[in-house]
């Protein structure tokens, strides 16, 4: 994907802030206690924080949690769902935050879309010595017969290459790590994966799927070509067929520490 390709993937989410928050899953918190871990204390940004969905996660261990997200729709849900958090306006690329001032920075399926050369030594800047900086992906497990029938009939514009726990593995080893000089104030990478699922139906598995910045982007007969195409095998399947079902998914976590 190239950088103005990106950018309009990026900026997609907005008109569908709503939906976004209605149907995205939240994260395994045994994938976000192990991506705090080693931080050395618990104030932790979710950076590029959407509508909030890592940043509810996070209030469980008893972080102290400041979000920070660039489009102002997600950002106007976050602060209505989560009122008590601090939620700013601002990006990876320009963190409004004073130096040294987190322990941990976490990115909830965000990381991808960061500049990394211009990211990388910002987010070095906000982070305390020994500080932990952890991205988060919800991935479908495709080990599930019915899930990679769900992918081949999705298309890579509703499940792509990060959506899948091999694609996942390869794309995130070191794809989305500090650049620009910053790689030499982080360890080594760790990745570490936690079951999750998600309680769906068909439908509102169609709505989730929806909200891919792949489908958000497609021309609108596009989008709902894909969308059928998805309600005609999930009407078709025993296991997604009738009433509610559990969506089996991975929370795969890159973690690296700040030096």
């Not at 990679?148 to 509703?158: D, F, M, N, T």
Request: no cysteine; aromatic share 6%.
């Amino acid at each position: 994907m190239d950088q103005e390709e990106r950018l309009l993937h990026a900026s997609s989410f907005g008109p569908a802030a709503v939906e976004y928050a209605e149907h995205r899953p939240d994260y395994a918190r045994a994938a976000v206690r192990w991506a705090l871990e080693p931080a050395p204390g618990p104030r932790v940004l979710d950076l590029g924080a959407g509508t909030g969905k890592l940043t509810a996660t996070l209030l469980a261990p008893g972080a102290r949690v400041v979000a920070v997200e660039p489009d102002p729709a997600m950002l106007a849900e976050l602060r209505r769902s989560l009122p008590a958090v601090r939620a700013l306006r601002g990006s990876a690329e320009a963190i409004p935050l004073p130096d040294a001032s987190v322990d941990a920075v976490l990115a909830g399926n965000a990381m991808h879309w960061f500049d990394m050369t211009v990211a990388g030594p910002e987010i070095a800047r906000v982070l305390a010595p020994s500080g932990i900086l952890a991205g988060l992906w919800n991935v479908m497990d495709d080990r599930a017969e019915w899930v990679a029938g769900l992918a081949r009939v999705s298309g890579s514009a509703a499940v792509g290459p990060r959506d899948t726990p091999t694609g996942w593995r390869a794309e995130t080893a070191d794809a989305h790590l500090p650049g620009n000089g910053a790689a030499a104030l982080f360890g080594s990478p760790e990745q570490a994966e936690f079951p999750h699922g998600q309680r769906r139906t068909a439908d509102s598995l169609v709505a989730t799927l929806a909200t891919r910045a792949g489908v958000l982007v497609m021309p609108e007969h596009e989008r709902e070509a894909t969308l059928d195409r998805i309600r005609a095998f999930l009407a078709n399947r025993p296991e997604t067929a009738r009433g509610e079902f559990t969506l089996p998914m991975l929370t795969g976590v890159l973690r690296v520490r700040r030096l």
